[in-house]
């Protein structure tokens, strides 16, 4: 992971990468580098695009657009 730049992860709490991304995010963390994960409970893979109305959804847009402004 040498070299990666800051990382942001999302995934929800009911899909099937979730060990996969909590697994990464700890791994990354543990390399130094920055990691910002989000993990939503009840939610299945990519629920950002299908469920656009959420509030957890528009939470998960605001987190993004303030990750991409800081870098």
Do not use: C
């Not at 992971?1 to 543990?30: C, H, M, N, W, Y």
């Not at 580098?33 to 957890?56: G, K, R, S, Y």
């Amino acid at each position: 992971l040498t070299g990666f730049p800051p990382i942001q992860i999302f995934a929800g709490g009911a899909e099937v990468l979730l060990g996969d991304s909590t697994a990464f995010a700890k791994r990354a963390g543990e390399a130094g580098l920055t990691v910002e994960a989000h993990f939503v409970a009840n939610m299945q893979h990519v629920w950002p695009t299908i469920f656009p109305d959420l509030p957890e959804t528009e939470r998960a847009l605001a987190a993004m657009e303030r990750f991409v402004k800081q870098l």
